[in-house]
């Protein structure tokens, strides 16, 4: 079982920058593929960002690629998104996800609440 609390949402105006983390509980995180998904009101939970349990491999969505950067530090069993020239798009509920890879949510077996970032134009 794997347990995930997201963190660092809030209010930022566009053009600014946020840092959500997410810290994981399990012993094998560090094998572990993590993924961000963002769900906006009104819309389908979608894809984010996703790294592979060393860290080596990583890959976005067309949305945020070139803004978002997706790391982890496998010593705190920890999953960040740096988000950079933040649009008023990207607003949304953002979710740490555990144990797959890539694009699709089905491949994930665990989830966080989220934390919601917004902002404003």
């Known amino acids: 079982q794997v347990q995930l609390v997201e963190s660092g949402g809030g209010l930022v105006q566009a053009g600014g920058s946020l840092r959500l983390s997410c810290a994981a509980s399990?012993?094998?995180?560090?094998?572990?593929?993590m993924g961000w998904f963002r769900q906006a009101p009104g819309k389908e939970r979608e894809f984010v960002a996703s790294?592979?349990?060393?860290?080596?491999?990583?890959v976005y969505t067309g949305r945020v690629k070139g803004r978002f950067t997706i790391s982890r530090d496998n010593a705190k069993n920890t999953v960040y998104l740096q988000m950079n020239s933040l649009k008023p798009e990207d607003a949304a509920v953002y979710y740490c996800?555990?144990?797959?890879?890539?694009?699709?949510?089905?491949?994930?077996?665990?989830w966080g609440q989220g934390t919601q970032v917004t902002v404003s134009a």
């Open positions: 790294i592979d349990g060393s860290g080596g491999l990583s």
């Open positions: 996800a555990a144990g797959g890879f890539g694009s699709s949510r089905n491949s994930y077996n665990f």
């Open positions: 399990g012993r094998t995180f560090s094998r572990t593929g």
